[in-house]
């Protein structure tokens, strides 16, 4: 059952229900957008799918969004998933390809050997009629051993280092969000972006129908970002989420998948000691 990064929603359709495999509804809405996830996940879900909150499995301590866990609260809540470690998991979301990121690069830097995306996602697997449940999952309680790549994360002393060393900062937010034009969506949170940063607004690298562009498409992205994908990299977004789009698309173009600032602009721009540019 191997298979690269990416799979289909042929793939998933044909192996649906092997007793190795896990499906994660990873879906995750912004602050504003007015939706609930977890009660889109009750109403329609791909069958035996569990629902991963990243609100929830996220460390309640550090006041900002959705932070990584420790591997104690991590292994808790995935092993309470049917996550484990060695188990092959398939992460979708219901934009087609926005949150699922998230959680693949989450599960990913927690040790799990086999994790990978949906294409497409939920969206792609309803336009094509392929069945659904609804209700609460009841998944069977597994152990998950997590081993935490801590070099994946970058903290804000990386950042700041970064901008004296030969490390490309990538922005995804939105190109009036990057320039400071649009307010932000989290209150005391400045506008504007990293100094030194680019940016590759996340949408760039998506087709029409939310699958990711093809490689020729994603270089194509990040060239006019000025980004080379073949140097070191740190991704930053809003909060976390589609900093890990854009660090799915340098893994597609065959690079390491970049280091991710997992506090992102939430906390970049939320701490006035911190410098920032606009324009």
């Not at 799979?7 to 190795?20: E, K």
């Not at 007015?34 to 996940?41: L, M, Q, T, V």
């Not at 998506?206 to 270089?219: F, I, N, T, V």
Request: with cysteine; aromatic share 6%; glycine share 12%.
């Amino acid at each position: 059952m191997s298979t690269g990064t990416l799979v289909s929603t042929d793939w998933l359709a044909a192996n649906l229900g092997q007793p190795n495999l896990s499906v994660v509804d990873a879906s995750w809405h912004m602050p504003d957008a007015g939706r609930d996830a977890a009660a889109e996940f009750h109403e329609r879900h791909i069958p035996g799918a569990v629902h991963f909150d990243i609100d929830k499995v996220a460390d309640p301590s550090s006041g900002l969004p959705h932070t990584l866990a420790d591997e104690a609260h991590f292994a808790a809540a995935a092993g309470a998933l049917g996550l484990s470690e060695n188990r092959i998991i398939v992460v979708y979301d219901s934009a087609g390809l926005f949150s699922a990121p998230r959680v693949w690069w989450n599960l990913k830097i927690m040790g799990a050997e086999h994790v990978h995306v949906l294409d497409g996602g939920l969206p792609k697997w309803l336009a094509e009629g392929r069945p659904v449940e609804s209700g609460e999952a009841n998944p069977e309680a597994v152990t998950f051993s997590p081993r935490l790549d801590h070099g994946a994360v970058a903290h804000v002393n990386d950042v700041m280092a970064a901008l004296d060393a030969d490390i490309q900062i990538v922005d995804a937010r939105s190109p009036g969000r990057y320039r400071g034009e649009e307010a932000e969506p989290r209150p005391g949170v400045r506008p504007g972006h990293i100094p030194g940063s680019h940016n590759v607004h996340y949408r760039t690298l998506l087709a029409s129908d939310g699958r990711l562009k093809s490689r020729e498409e994603l270089a194509e992205a990040f060239g006019a970002g000025g980004v080379d994908p073949t140097r070191p990299i740190i991704t930053t977004c809003g909060s976390g989420v589609s900093a890990a789009i854009l660090a799915l698309g340098i893994e597609q173009l065959g690079h390491e998948v970049p280091r991710l600032f997992d506090g992102s602009w939430a906390e970049w721009g939320g701490r006035q000691d911190l410098p920032i540019s606009q324009g």
